[in-house]
């Protein structure tokens, strides 16, 4: 009897604990908002310019570029090979295959960074990984690969060889073989990201 | 943070390794708390031995309690765990086939094996009668299906249902549980039998 | 061991279970690929065509799963807890008021229901009864009650055999 007494009491306050605690919603994938300031402050998600006019000349087919403003201005002028997902839609099921999977590089752009850094926020939290955005936009696009800055004189041999890298770069995305490039382009069938399901188990 | 296996994407091999150990500390104790004889298990309906009662009601709690406050620490995600699947009728119906079976054989699956494995011979005739049952059950199936899918109501949890919170039911239940255990050891007193508990 | 001792013990084994592979315990789901084994070693193309074994065929072997491993270490274990506490020997335990043979007839019977119910209940008692109820499924709940009701309920009936 005297175990029965122990254990009834434990119990009871063991129980009571656990009456008081709240409801914690755990997320196992979801990031804590102190870990998403930290690869914010890393940076190491945003793609520069010059890497990206490499990847693309390079059809390098490991990488998507998703353009995040809406259907007009994509209409107006996309990069070679983006789709559109409007920002609003991002989380639309229609587009899970593009943006919930592991096999490629999701490359967020819009004109500036405001919309492409909120959707990379809005995926990082959600626990999609691969995301990555255009630094700078299109404006940093256009002000370095299309149009690039030419070097003065007396600029070091290093800024004119990177300028005529960008130079060559522009030729490519606008010269008069152009078009074809966006049929070339290649969209490999997405891999989808494993998804938080629930364990099988019991007797069955 | 757990459940380690689906999180981690632990191999299988090791997940089976799991399995194994968890089996070896499960058979253990079963042994150990004694239920490895069906008079034991069978005292707890005619009040001279409620083991059953002691064991199962307070491993429940601790695995319940011990869920609840790994949860509240965050290291274990419950929408992750294994929850059974309420189909109502089938459930109640093999609920009572069951409990016939545990009052005519004196076992249940998981005490039949662990008494097999002390050498009770009962224990492995009940075995192999698990065995048929289970071999008539898939060739009857057919016949049973309807039965056996109807009123699908999904993985629901009780605190869902009654709309409190999970630490609430607990609570709840263990209050139940220390008045069971309380009534239990005065029925144990009155329908003592010493003859039984001497040679189990 | 005392018995509360032996639950917390039990509720601890069953708490690690679900922390490092997200299940709870079982045992009658093993019993069952024991006999989808047997049947589809025996009699292949049955196991194939019946409805309700094909569900377990899969590429590997049905005894390769976690269940039945599961099941080994239970047979070990309680073969290791009874050779430490003395307790192994081969023997049919009955109440000196029914014979040997009656008692291994009971024993089957009684399996063979448990077994049938078994998948009907999609369970036993560990894996929807206690694993049930720790997890505050109402499966488990419902399973559980409906267990040891009905054990409750027959018992005055088959008291010849075991008071």
New interface residues.
């Given amino acids: ?1 005297n ?2 007494i122990i ?2 009491i434990i ?2 306050s ?15 994938i979801q990031l804590k908002a102190d870990e998403l300031l930290r690869e914010m402050k890393r940076q190491t998600y945003v793609i520069s310019a010059d890497e990206l006019a490499d990847l693309l000349i390079n059809q390098d087919p490991s990488i998507l570029l998703i353009d995040v403003r809406d259907s007009v201005d994509y209409a107006q002028y996309h990069l070679p090979g983006a789709i559109n997902i409007p920002l609003k839609e991002l989380l639309d099921p229609e587009w899970a295959p593009y943006v919930d999977q592991i096999s490629q590089k999701n490359i967020f752009y819009s004109n500036g960074t405001t919309l492409s850094s909120e959707a990379w926020i809005l995926t990082k939290q959600i626990g999609f990984r691969n995301n990555y955005i255009l630094g700078g936009g299109l404006n940093k696009w256009f002000s370095t690969i299309i149009k690039p800055e030419f070097p003065a004189t007396s600029a070091p041999s290093e800024t004119w060889a990177l300028y005529e890298t960008r130079k060559a770069a522009s030729q490519y995305f606008t010269g008069s073989k152009a078009a074809d490039k966006e049929e070339n382009a290649v969209i490999l069938p997405p891999i989808p990201r ?1 998804k ?9 | 943070m757990g459940p380690i296996v689906p999180l981690f994407n632990v191999s299988n091999e090791i997940n089976l390794l799991f399995a194994f150990i968890i089996g070896l500390g499960f058979g253990f104790v079963l042994e150990q708390a004694g239920f490895s004889s069906s008079r034991k298990l069978a005292g707890m309906f005619y009040g001279y031995d409620i083991t059953v009662l002691k064991v199962f009601f307070t491993a429940a709690i601790t695995g319940m309690l011990g869920l609840i406050f790994l949860n509240f620490m965050g290291l274990i995600d419950l929408d992750i765990i294994y929850i059974n699947e309420y189909y109502i009728t089938s459930s109640i119906i093999g609920g009572i086939i069951m409990g016939a079976g545990f009052i005519i054989g004196g076992f249940c699956p998981g005490t039949s094996f662990t008494a097999a494995a002390i050498g009770k011979i009962d224990a492995m005739w009940f075995v192999a009668g698990s065995i048929a049952g289970i071999f008539l059950f898939g060739e009857i199936y057919p016949l049973l299906e309807s039965i056996y899918m109807s009123n699908y109501e999904g993985a629901v949890k009780i605190s869902n249902i009654l709309g409190i919170r999970d630490g609430y039911f607990a609570l709840l239940l263990i209050i139940v549980a220390s008045i069971m255990f309380w009534i239990g050891e005065l029925a144990e007193k009155k329908f003592k039998r010493e003859d039984i508990s001497k040679e189990i | 061991m005392d018995p509360y001792i032996a639950g917390v013990l039990l509720g601890l084994v069953l708490l690690a279970s679900f922390y490092l592979t997200g299940r709870g315990l079982g045992a009658s789901g093993a019993t069952r690929s024991i006999v989808v084994s047997g049947v589809s070693a025996i009699a292949p193309n049955h196991a194939e065509n019946s409805e309700y074994f094909k569900k377990y065929l899969h590429d590997e072997s049905p005894m390769k799963s976690w269940l039945v491993l599961e099941i080994a270490g239970v047979i070990i274990g309680g073969f290791l807890s009874g050779a430490w506490a003395g307790r192994l020997k081969l023997k049919v335990e009955h109440s000196p008021k029914i014979t040997s043979r009656r008692r291994i007839m009971l024993a089957s019977a009684g399996g063979l229901l448990f077994g049938f119910g078994s998948q009907l209940g999609r369970g036993c008692t560990s894996g929807a009864a206690l694993t049930g109820m720790a997890t505050l499924s109402l499966a488990g709940f419902v399973t559980m009650l409906a267990i040891f009701g009905t054990a409750f309920a027959l018992a005055y009936f088959f008291r010849k055999n075991w008071i």
Avoid: E, F, H
């Fill in positions: 009897m175990t029965r254990i009834s119990m009871i063991l129980g009571s604990i656990a009456a008081m605690l709240p409801k914690t919603k755990n997320s196992s494993k938080k399901t629930r364990v099988q188990g019991g007797c069955s």
